[in-house]
């Protein structure tokens, strides 16, 4: 019974690089979010996606950065052209969109731009 | 996205101790509210949920308490343990989606 699994654990990409960050749902969740997290710091939310819908990107930077979650495959993050700024955990959480159904995370990504 | 506060920032209890960390919100269409636990390195896991038709949940040593003319619920941990060390941090959503975040608070609990 799988959670939700996030690849790489780590990634190291050089400034003006992309970074494509996947996440795999738990089986039957059609709801995923990402969050980004600073070292010591909370959850800051980017955004929000059903399956082949952002429903709230409101979190995101509109430039660099675009997530999708396909019909079929891995939700992915991307970040273009990456910066120094852009170096934090990245977190994924599945939900199956319904009552009292919580999220579930992954475990992260974390990102180091050199 | 709705904001939910979260405090305090920081914690420290001596073993043995009672935690309690406390959340507001201001959406009444907040239906379900989760707390989560993280450790250094690892996600966020789901440690307790209370939904506001009930005005505590006890589940061990973590108890919600939920004041819905309030606005507030918090977590109290009885009996705190080190390895309780983590950061907490309280959610809320609608239907199953929308979910919002408090900030954290980060807790020590000294042996």
């Known amino acids: 019974n799988a959670g939700v699994m996030q690849n790489p654990r780590h990634l190291v990409r050089r400034r003006g690089q992309e970074a494509r960050l996947r996440c795999s749902p738990v089986?039957?969740?059609?709801?995923v979010y990402w969050y980004r997290q600073l070292p010591e710091e909370g959850l800051k939310f980017m955004v929000y996606?059903?399956?082949?819908?952002?429903?709230?990107e409101s979190g995101m930077p509109k430039e660099r950065f675009s997530a999708e979650f396909p019909k079929e495959g891995p939700s992915i993050l991307r970040i273009q052209q990456v910066v120094r700024g852009d170096s934090a955990a990245y977190f994924c959480?599945?939900?199956?969109?319904?009552?009292?159904?919580?999220?579930?995370f992954g475990n992260g990504t974390r990102l180091t731009v050199t | 996205q709705q904001q939910v506060k979260q405090s305090p920032q920081s914690l420290i209890v001596q073993k043995g101790g009672i935690s309690i960390i406390n959340c507001a919100y201001e959406?009444?269409?907040?239906?379900?509210f989760p707390w989560y636990q993280q450790f250094p390195g690892k996600g966020p896991a789901l440690l307790i949920a209370?939904?506001?038709?009930?005005s505590e949940k006890k589940e061990g040593r973590f108890t919600i308490s939920f004041n819905k003319s309030a606005k507030q619920f918090s977590l109290h941990i009885m009996d705190s343990q080190p390895g309780d060390s983590a950061t907490y941090f309280c959610?809320?959503?609608?239907?199953?989606?929308?979910?919002?975040f408090g900030p954290g608070t980060r807790l020590s609990v000294l042996p």
């Open positions: 089986k039957g969740h059609s709801h």
């Open positions: 959480a599945s939900s199956p969109g319904v009552g009292d159904s919580p999220l579930h």
């Open positions: 959406n009444t269409a907040f239906d379900y």
């Open positions: 996606l059903q399956k082949e819908n952002i429903i709230d």
């Open positions: 209370i939904r506001p038709d009930v």
């Open positions: 959610a809320a959503s609608m239907r199953g989606q929308n979910f919002v």
